[in-house]
Protein backbone atom coordinates (compact mmCIF):
# COMPACT_ATOMS: atom_id res chain seq x y z
CA UNK A 1 0.00 0.00 0.00
CA UNK A 2 2.84 2.19 1.11
CA UNK A 3 4.32 1.97 -3.38
CA UNK A 4 0.71 3.03 -4.49
CA UNK A 5 0.61 5.95 -1.82
CA UNK A 6 4.43 7.58 -3.14
CA UNK A 7 3.01 6.70 -6.93
CA UNK A 8 -0.62 8.67 -6.29
CA UNK A 9 0.61 11.45 -4.52
CA UNK A 10 3.56 11.69 -6.52
CA UNK A 11 1.47 12.30 -9.74
CA UNK A 12 -0.06 15.37 -7.90
CA UNK A 13 3.59 17.17 -8.91
CA UNK A 14 1.99 18.40 -12.33
CA UNK A 15 0.03 20.71 -10.56
CA UNK A 16 2.85 22.49 -8.61
CA UNK A 17 5.50 24.17 -9.46
CA UNK A 18 8.47 22.78 -8.03
CA UNK A 19 11.09 25.54 -9.15
CA UNK A 20 9.00 27.95 -6.87
CA UNK A 21 9.18 25.90 -3.67
CA UNK A 22 8.92 22.72 -1.97
CA UNK A 23 5.44 21.17 -1.41
CA UNK A 24 4.93 18.60 1.58
CA UNK A 25 2.44 15.97 1.75
CA UNK A 26 0.57 14.26 4.67
CA UNK A 27 -1.21 10.93 4.59
CA UNK A 28 -3.48 9.61 6.90
CA UNK A 29 -4.95 6.04 6.51
CA UNK A 30 -6.60 4.39 9.87
CA UNK A 31 -9.96 1.85 10.27
CA UNK A 32 -12.08 4.39 11.43
CA UNK A 33 -15.05 2.21 12.42
CA UNK A 34 -15.23 -1.76 12.96
CA UNK A 35 -16.81 -4.70 14.12
CA UNK A 36 -18.69 -8.13 13.70
CA UNK A 37 -21.63 -6.60 12.17
CA UNK A 38 -21.04 -3.36 10.22
CA UNK A 39 -17.13 -4.37 8.77
CA UNK A 40 -14.34 -2.27 8.77
CA UNK A 41 -15.09 1.45 7.91
CA UNK A 42 -11.34 2.93 6.39
CA UNK A 43 -10.63 6.72 6.81
CA UNK A 44 -8.21 8.28 4.20
CA UNK A 45 -6.87 11.98 4.58
CA UNK A 46 -4.90 14.19 2.60
CA UNK A 47 -2.84 17.38 3.24
CA UNK A 48 -0.45 19.53 0.90
CA UNK A 49 1.00 22.16 1.75
CA UNK A 50 2.65 24.10 -0.60
CA UNK A 51 3.10 27.93 -1.19
CA UNK A 52 0.35 28.71 -3.16
CA UNK A 53 -2.05 27.28 -0.22
CA UNK A 54 -3.02 24.28 1.81
CA UNK A 55 -5.50 21.78 -0.26
CA UNK A 56 -6.64 18.92 2.42
CA UNK A 57 -9.10 16.17 1.30
CA UNK A 58 -11.15 13.31 3.86
CA UNK A 59 -12.73 10.33 3.03
CA UNK A 60 -14.40 7.30 4.41
CA UNK A 61 -15.13 3.74 2.51
CA UNK A 62 -15.46 0.30 3.16
CA UNK A 63 -12.29 -0.04 1.21
CA UNK A 64 -8.72 1.67 1.90
CA UNK A 65 -7.83 1.93 -1.70
CA UNK A 66 -11.31 3.34 -2.32
CA UNK A 67 -10.82 5.89 0.43
CA UNK A 68 -7.63 7.01 -0.44
CA UNK A 69 -8.39 7.50 -4.83
CA UNK A 70 -11.09 9.64 -3.40
CA UNK A 71 -8.92 11.76 -1.77
CA UNK A 72 -6.42 11.73 -3.82
CA UNK A 73 -9.03 12.85 -6.49
CA UNK A 74 -10.78 15.43 -4.62
CA UNK A 75 -7.06 17.00 -3.76
CA UNK A 76 -6.17 16.69 -7.87
CA UNK A 77 -9.46 18.87 -8.46
CA UNK A 78 -8.42 21.50 -5.67
CA UNK A 79 -4.84 21.86 -6.85
CA UNK A 80 -5.94 22.14 -10.80
CA UNK A 81 -8.33 24.96 -9.47
CA UNK A 82 -5.70 26.72 -7.99
CA UNK A 83 -3.42 26.22 -11.22
CA UNK A 84 -5.77 27.06 -13.60
CA UNK A 85 -6.43 30.56 -11.82
CA UNK A 86 -2.64 31.42 -10.99
CA UNK A 87 -2.56 31.36 -15.24
CA UNK A 88 -5.30 33.08 -15.49
CA UNK A 89 -4.47 35.98 -13.57
CA UNK A 90 -0.72 35.51 -14.78
CA UNK A 91 -1.94 36.03 -18.08
CA UNK A 92 -4.02 39.05 -16.90
CA UNK A 93 -0.93 40.43 -15.77
CA UNK A 94 1.05 39.99 -18.67
CA UNK A 95 -1.70 41.31 -21.09
CA UNK A 96 -1.96 44.17 -18.79
CA UNK A 97 2.12 44.84 -18.64
CA UNK A 98 2.26 44.54 -22.73
CA UNK A 99 -0.57 46.83 -23.59
CA UNK A 100 1.31 49.54 -21.13
CA UNK A 101 4.66 48.67 -23.04
CA UNK A 102 2.49 49.53 -26.39
CA UNK A 103 1.53 52.75 -24.66
CA UNK A 104 4.96 54.13 -24.56
CA UNK A 105 5.76 53.32 -28.17
CA UNK A 106 6.51 55.94 -30.64
CA UNK A 107 3.95 56.48 -33.53
Known sequence: MEAQVQEKVSGLARFI???KAEAYASVELERAVGGMKNGDI????????HESG?????????????????????????????????????????????SLLRGFGGK
Request: hydrophobic fraction near 40%; proline fraction near 0%.
Open 42 to 49: WRAELHIT
Open 54 to 98: EFRAESTKAKIDHAFTTVVRDVARELGRAHKKAQATARKRNGAIK
Open 17 to 19: DET
